[in-house]
């Protein structure tokens, strides 16, 4: 195997291993730019008017270490065994069928379930909480509702004529009264509606021994609602409830990845497994000698002289010949197909031996002769001005 081969062999191997290890550092900067966005743009963290930054900081005020910010998917019924109050609202990422029936059954058991939509999406992605907890799954769009307005609601003046208004969150029938603002382009659209009640925009179903609590629009303790009107009060009565609460900001796109999500993801682990593989088998197979391959660097041709290379004409390509003439002719046919750009050159020698031939005095074999001398004459000159010749 010749130096520059295993040049090439060393070049080929920290190829591949420089682009492994590029592939290598995007994975580790992609993973690492997610967490600190995941850090730092959670909804719990957000300062954003659909964040819920200061409603977790009550949270957090009332009951310290009573919320959590769940930036994972739901796997085990142990995921959500240490939490009474989860939030879901408004999720941008559908949960799975193992995830609704995990909350389900969460819920079924004593948890709490809090959801919010805001538009025809987000309403479809919670409607199976709401179908199972008898909540009215009907809602409209209300004419009423201009962007960038709230709606104000008041709270309640006499007892919920059926079960469906989550009682804990509004002063008692008859008491003072609170006014409080919503943000929602959707209504719930019954007979518990009408005019300005709060029916209009928050429901509550029972699942067996827990509850699901659900808002139109805009939770209104969001960031942009909490100080509108009595909506702090609200905020408040919520927050009260329960010791342990998590927020979902896995479902709002807000994840926190780690190593495990890349292993476990088949579009990143099945291609770096192939690469890894065919990585090992060219590093411990890929060493055999190139020559049974046919990659050996090409043997120099020697230099041939004169007379070897006059020989080789004569043996090779004019050594069936009949005459000096035809041998000539034969020549000068394969000269003009080996060298088609010297042809005009050729040709003029042709032409030359063929007006020699016709003013002098001389017998057809020596002019014949002449000619083919030139011929290898020029073939030689040619080879020689490429250092194929000495």
Not at 47 to 59: E, I, R, W
Request: contains cysteine.
């Amino acid at each position: 195997m010749t130096v520059k081969l295993k040049m090439k062999m060393n070049w080929d191997r920290a190829i591949i291993a420089g682009g492994i290890l590029l592939l290598l550092v995007m994975l580790g900067q992609s993973l690492l730019v997610t967490r600190r966005e995941a850090a730092r743009n959670p909804t719990t963290a957000a300062d954003s008017p659909s964040g819920l930054s200061v409603f977790y900081a009550l949270k957090e005020r009332l009951n310290p270490g009573g919320a959590t910010s769940q930036r994972r998917a739901l796997f085990k019924e142990s995921d959500l065994a240490s939490y009474e109050i989860y939030f879901l609202l408004s999720p941008k990422l559908p949960p799975t069928a193992r995830e609704d029936k995990l909350l389900l059954d969460w819920v079924e058991g004593g948890g709490e379930l809090i959801v919010a939509f805001h538009d025809e999406d987000t309403h479809e992605r919670v409607k199976t909480y709401l179908a199972r907890a008898g909540i009215s799954a009907f809602v409209n769009e209300w004419s009423g509702f201009r962007n960038g307005e709230t709606l104000k609601a008041e709270s309640p003046r006499e007892p919920a004529a059926s079960p469906g208004r989550p009682q804990f969150l509004f002063p008692a029938p008859g008491k003072d009264s609170e006014s409080y603002e919503f943000y929602s382009r959707l209504r719930f659209q019954d007979a518990l509606c009408y005019q300005t009640s709060v029916d209009c925009y928050v429901r509550e179903g029972r699942i067996g021994k827990g509850r699901v609590i659900a808002f139109a629009g805009i939770a209104p303790f969001a960031n942009g609602l909490i100080g509108r009107s009595d909506n702090r009060k609200l905020a408040v009565r919520l927050a009260l409830t329960g010791n342990s609460a998590a927020f979902d900001d896995y479902h709002l796109l807000m994840t926190e990845k780690t190593w495990a999500d890349f292993v476990t993801d088949p579009s990143i682990i099945l291609p770096m497994l192939g690469l890894l593989i065919g990585v090992l088998l060219y590093f411990f197979f890929g060493t055999g000698d190139y020559d049974e391959v046919g990659l050996r660097a090409p043997q120099a041709r020697p230099r041939r002289s004169y007379h070897a290379l006059n020989k080789q004409i004569l043996r090779n390509v004019l050594g069936d010949s009949k005459s000096i003439q035809e041998a000539a002719e034969r020549h000068l046919k394969f000269l003009e197909r080996l060298l088609p750009r010297e042809r005009e050159r050729l040709q003029k020698i042709a032409a030359e031996m063929a007006k020699e031939s016709a003013q002098q005095d001389a017998s057809s074999s020596q002019v014949s002769s002449k000619f083919a001398r030139r011929l290898v004459l020029f073939h030689y000159n040619w080879l020689k001005s490429r250092g194929r010749s000495s």
